[in-house]
């Protein structure tokens, strides 16, 4: 009898398990996967955003890459685990035993949930929410004739790229963009790119007609939000990108998790307190290497998790994943440029840009072009 592998999520990772099943079968697995039909890429989203790309350019067909490649697709959402009883529930009641899974179920918005279920709040995960953004977002602009008050909170990367991304979409439809940037001051410890790096992002934001305000959205108002020293800042609109979260199933299945509710793994990508529960991506952590919640730790991680589960089903020697130190980050700024960091290296320009388009239109051909070739 073949063991039972619940693969929880299409996250990085787990694509290249769709992508690779064949093997997975051969080592002795039988895979299912629950997770909804589409997947959304980041690194497209800036662009779909933007307006600059159509809506489904940064979604795959999971459901279409699972049945080309033999796997049983449960479609919908995980809800609960217990990982002693090795049973897992959809959503909408379905369950399934496992013998062995693997999660790589991502990361949601890390904001209090005052704000976050606040009317006119949107939160840039999931990323599926951003299509929707943008569409109300132009709706607005075509009823107002203008660009209502745009307010992204946060600091970091995703938070610069979202900001410049609603800047474009306001001018792709004929406005001028109201947006404010609201976050810490920059040069703080996060320290995602280098300081000359920082400076020349915001001046270029900043060039954009983006305001970049110094503070914390603590709680909204109509047409304000309201900062932690008691003012307010006007905002139609209120885009929270105050940082990442484990999806909150993980911390709920009963193993270690982080501070940020990750699954605590040992090197072969399997729980430290369970050797038959896998994970990759933002979701999970390796034991004395922490990493920031970038997609590419879960495509570097997919090889290594494909392997040793491999492994875990026919014998032999797991791998040992060591996350990299430096990674290519590349930033869309909505005006035909990319900024491009990489350790303590970076440029900015356009062929930043193209280079960030040429891997991520890249990355999403191959998947569809899975879903569509047979085994
Ligand atoms: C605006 C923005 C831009 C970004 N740009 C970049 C970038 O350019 N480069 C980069 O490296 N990182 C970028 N990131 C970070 C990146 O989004 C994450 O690090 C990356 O998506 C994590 O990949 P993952 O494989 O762990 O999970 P994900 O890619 O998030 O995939 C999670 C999967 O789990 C599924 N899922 C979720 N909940 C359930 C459930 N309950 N049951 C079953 N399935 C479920 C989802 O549908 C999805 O298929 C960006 C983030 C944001 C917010």
């Not at 080592?27 to 589409?38: E, K, Q, T």
């Not at 599926?128 to 307010?151: D, S, Y």
Request: aromatic share 4%.
């Amino acid at each position: 009898m073949p063991a039972r592998l619940l693969l929880a999520g299409a996250g990085h990772a787990h694509l290249h398990l769709l992508h690779r099943a064949a093997a997975l079968r051969a080592a002795g697995l039988a895979p299912v996967l629950i997770s909804p039909a589409r997947f959304h890429y980041s690194g497209l989203a800036g662009a779909v955003l933007a307006g600059a790309l159509p809506e489904s350019a940064n979604t795959v067909d999971v459901a279409a890459l699972a049945a080309a490649r033999g796997v049983p697709h449960l479609d919908g959402l995980l809800e609960r685990v217990d990982t002693a009883a090795r049973r897992a529930w959809l959503a909408d009641g379905r369950w399934m035993d496992f013998d062995l899974a693997s999660f790589n179920l991502g990361s949601v918005a890390a904001a209090p949930a005052a704000l976050l279920d606040a009317p006119g709040v949107w939160a840039v995960k999931p990323l599926g929410g951003l299509a929707t953004l943008r569409r109300r977002l132009v709706a607005e602009i075509e009823a107002r004739e203008r660009c209502p008050a745009l307010v992204v909170a946060g600091g970091g990367a995703s938070a610069h790229e979202v900001a410049a991304s609603l800047a474009a979409l306001a001018r792709r439809h004929g406005v001028a963009p109201r947006v404010a940037l609201l976050g810490p001051a920059p040069g703080g410890k996060d320290g995602w790119a280098p300081p000359a790096a920082l400076r020349t992002l915001r001046r270029n934001l900043a060039g954009q007609g983006i305001a970049l305000v110094e503070g914390r959205a603590v709680a909204r108002r109509p047409g304000a939000c309201v900062l932690e020293d008691g003012t307010d800042l006007p905002c139609d609109m209120l885009v929270l990108a105050t940082g990442l979260r484990a999806h909150a199933l993980v911390a709920e299945l009963g193993l270690p998790v982080d501070a940020r509710g990750r699954l605590r793994l040992t090197s072969a990508l399997h729980s430290v307190a369970d050797p038959a529960i896998f994970a990759a991506g933002d979701c999970a952590v390796v034991e004395g290497h922490p990493r920031p919640m970038v997609g590419v730790f879960g495509v570097r991680a997919a090889p290594v998790l494909h392997h040793n589960l491999a492994v875990h089903a026919a014998g032999g020697k797991p791998a040992a994943f060591r996350p990299q130190r430096r990674w290519l980050a590349i930033l869309d700024l909505g005006d035909g440029t990319g900024l491009a960091a990489r350790g303590r290296l970076w440029w900015h320009g356009r062929a930043a840009l193209w280079l960030k388009r040429r891997l991520d239109l890249g990355f999403v051909r191959r998947m569809r072009a899975a879903g569509e070739a047979q085994p």
